[in-house]
């Protein structure tokens, strides 16, 4: 059977898990202390960084948040176990990103940034070269998902789409951190540089939007990706844990996990 690791065990964790039958994995997920989801009988808890680290896991996958990134991840691959980031954006963190670089130079293993909840990265890491090129994302969700910064706002978007931010990328990874790692992906495939970031409410939206929009002397090219949300979480796209998957079977190059 083979050993994975998790960070966090929420939304995405779980999506992960349930893409594998239940006899071809052990996983062992790294939780806080004191947390107590309901998990499966294939997936152990620990809630010390050392007990990850000493199962061998032959790869990680986290799925917790940006915080947990900057708290375990750099350790996890200087043990040389690969792991694979869902919360992209602790990376907008320079000194962060620096360390993880650094580690891999050194030796270490890899960290692996998947596309998430959207697509066509490759395309931008093409252009990124261009430096006329210019990106615009825009994440467009409907008013449920947004309902903690409408009402912190003192806004409401019932009846008509409205702007909740727009600006950089680091400006909305730092804004909205749980929710703009699409963002800072684009950012990364692109050059923080060249994007710039609109998040709004859309009372048309069918579900979790994300819309990429470029131009350079390459041509110009639009993305529009509208996502289920997954089924336990209005903001996370049910896609996300499909993507983590798909990223982990090229990782590790196990027929089956493809
Ligand atoms: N790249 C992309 O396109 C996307 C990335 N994401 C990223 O994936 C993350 C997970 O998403 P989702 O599953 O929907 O979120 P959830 O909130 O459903 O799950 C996150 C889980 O991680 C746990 N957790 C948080 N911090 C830690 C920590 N330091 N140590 C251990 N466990 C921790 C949380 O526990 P607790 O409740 O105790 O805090 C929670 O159970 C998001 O925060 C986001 O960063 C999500 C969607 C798309
Ligand atoms: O899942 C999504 O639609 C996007 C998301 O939460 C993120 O980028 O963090």
């Known amino acids: 059977m083979l050993t994975l690791g998790l960070i966090g065990y929420g939304?995405?964790?779980r999506g992960i898990v349930s893409a594998f039958p239940p006899d071809s994995i052990g996983w062992i997920a790294l939780l806080r202390d004191g947390a107590s989801p309901a998990l499966p009988a294939n997936v152990r808890a620990v809630?010390?960084?050392d007990m990850l680290i000493g199962a061998r896991p032959k790869a990680v996958m986290e799925a917790a948040g940006q915080e947990a990134v900057?708290?375990?991840?750099?350790a996890i691959l200087e043990a040389g176990i690969p792991t694979v980031i869902a919360?992209?954006?602790?990376?907008?963190?320079?000194?962060?990103?620096?360390?993880?670089?650094t580690i891999r130079r050194k030796g270490g293993a890899r960290a692996v940034l998947p596309a998430g909840a959207l697509g066509g990265l490759d395309y931008l890491r093409a252009i990124a070269a261009l430096p006329d090129a210019r990106v615009r994302y825009t994440s467009r969700k409907?008013?449920?998902?947004?309902?903690a910064e409408l009402a912190t706002l003192g806004l409401s978007a019932e009846h008509e789409e409205l702007m909740l931010f727009e600006g950089t990328p680091d400006e909305a990874t730092r804004a909205y951190p749980k929710n703009l790692n699409a963002a800072f992906a684009v950012a990364l495939a692109a050059g923080v540089g060249k994007v710039t970031v609109r998040v709004i409410a859309d009372p048309k939206a069918t579900g979790n939007t994300h819309e990429i929009e470029a131009e350079s002397a390459a041509g110009t090219a639009s993305f529009r990706f509208t996502?289920?949300?997954?089924p336990d979480n209005p903001k996370t796209s049910?896609?996300?844990?499909?993507?983590?998957v798909a990223a982990l079977g090229e990782l590790l190059d196990v027929?089956?996990?493809r």
């Not at 900057?70 to 750099?74: D, F, G, I, K, N």
């Not at 049910?238 to 983590?244: K, M, N, P, V």
């Open 227 to 230: 996502n289920a949300p997954a």
């Open 47 to 49: 809630t010390r960084l």
């Open 70 to 74: 900057a708290s375990y991840v750099p």
């Open 255 to 257: 027929e089956g996990l």
């Open 11 to 13: 939304t995405v964790a």
């Open 238 to 244: 049910a896609l996300t844990a499909l993507s983590l």
């Open 87 to 101: 919360s992209i954006g602790a990376l907008c963190d320079p000194a962060l990103a620096d360390r993880i670089a």
């Open 142 to 147: 409907p008013p449920s998902a947004w309902q």
